[in-house]
């Protein structure tokens, strides 16, 4: 069997995802998917303080300054990780 590669990989994480209600996550799952997603689309988190100052959005700040410390793989990797281990809990 030949191993897909980490872009395949994390697209049919990403597709899988986008499957799942919100309801069904806890929030804390939610904001580390939020942040691998944007560590590992958009790279490295840059703080941007605006007038539109938003709780919900402070948090997803938050959870993607604290992993933008990883490399965009590794990133890839732990998001495939978790929705690997969702899947598992479901079957």
Do not use: C
């Amino acid at each position: 069997m030949i191993e897909k590669d980490l872009d395949t990989r994390f697209a049919e994480a990403v597709e899988i995802a986008s499957k799942m209600t919100q309801a069904s996550l806890p929030q804390d799952v939610q904001l580390r998917l939020y942040a691998f997603y944007k560590q590992a689309t958009f790279g490295t988190a840059k703080y941007n303080l605006s007038d539109n100052f938003d709780l919900r959005n402070a948090f997803k700040t938050n959870a993607w300054i604290q992993i933008s410390h990883i490399s965009i793989e590794e990133a890839k990797e732990q998001y495939i990780e978790i929705i690997n281990s969702l899947v598992d809990k479901i079957k």
